[in-house]
Nanobody, 123 residues
Framework: QVQLIESGGGLVQAGGSLRLSCAVSGRTSIPYSVAWFHQASEEEREFVAFILRSSGGTMYGDSVKGRFTIGRDYSENTVYLQMNNLQSEDAGVYFC????????????????WGQGTQVTVSS
């Protein structure tokens, strides 16, 4: 069973940066696709970015394009999300999700989920 453990959340000033990590355990390799979703309080989860294991292909949500970068570290079996120029609307819980055979911008495509890591942005 795949387990995903997020880390790297915290408090940052508006305009600052954070790097989130998603550590994959229960497998010797990163799953076929890994994504990040963002949930602001009382809101639905919103797609942030995904990355494909083999090709490294990526896709980003419109609100984070040019500011966030998703990448993978094979040696650490980790997927990271570099977040720059953070704004108040970026605050919330960030979830890592993974799938063995599918990929997309909807939560429905993903089989495995982490517990989330909190990001707080102060103005």
């Amino acid at each position: 069973q795949v387990q995903l453990i997020e880390s790297g959340g915290g408090l940052v000033q508006a305009g600052g940066s954070l790097r989130l990590s998603c550590a994959v355990s229960g497998r010797t390799s990163i799953p076929y696709s890994v994504a990040w979703f963002h949930q602001a309080s009382e809101e639905e989860r919103e797609f942030v970015a995904f990355i494909l294991r083999s090709s490294g292909g990526t896709m980003y949500g419109d609100s984070v394009k040019g500011r966030f970068t998703i990448g993978r570290d094979y040696s650490e079996n980790t997927v990271y999300l570099q977040m720059n120029n953070l704004q108040s609307e970026d605050a919330g819980v960030y979830f890592c999700a993974a799938a063995d055979t599918s990929v997309g911008t909807s939560e429905a495509w993903y089989d495995f989920w982490g517990q989330g890591t909190q990001v707080t942005v102060s103005s």
